[in-house]
């Protein structure tokens, strides 16, 4: 029973968080663009190659996510952010998502009016 209780309550909060999405997402269909917001002051994440073409870890996941969502994983334009002004740019509007190093705490999230959908990176 413990079990089933799980489940629900975990389909619940997926069903509560696509909701809170889904004016961001139809925001990415109309533009036809994912803006992700990267820094790139962490090496190996988010950084311009030589020839100015975005590559790393973070850029890796937002030309997956421009892929599922967009279809086209070359639709992404990278918004570099410092640690002051990441969450300020994806409730600006100026930013869709946040790829680069954010931990998520109790006060991040009921405090910055964003949905942390989960970890993708461990480290320690």
Same mark, same amino acid.
């Given at each position: ?22 004016? $961001? ?14 820094? $790139? ?60 190093? $954010? ?11 964003? $949905? ?9």
């Amino acid at each position: 029973m413990k079990y089933l209780g799980f489940i629900a309550a975990a389909a619940t909060a997926a069903v509560v968080s696509a909701g809170a999405l889904a004016g $961001t997402l139809e925001d990415v269909k109309k533009a036809g663009v994912l803006r992700c917001v990267v820094s $790139t002051g962490i090496a190996g994440f988010a950084y311009p190659d030589d020839s100015g073409k975005w590559k790393g870890f973070d850029i890796d996941f937002c030309r997956a996510t421009a892929a599922a969502v967009l279809g086209d994983a070359s639709k992404i334009k990278a918004v570099t952010s410092t640690g002051k002004t990441r969450f300020t740019k994806l409730n600006s509007g100026e930013g869709d998502v946040l790829w680069r190093n $954010t931990t998520i705490t109790f006060s991040r999230d009921v405090g910055v009016k964003l $949905t942390f959908l989960g970890v993708n990176y461990y480290d320690g």
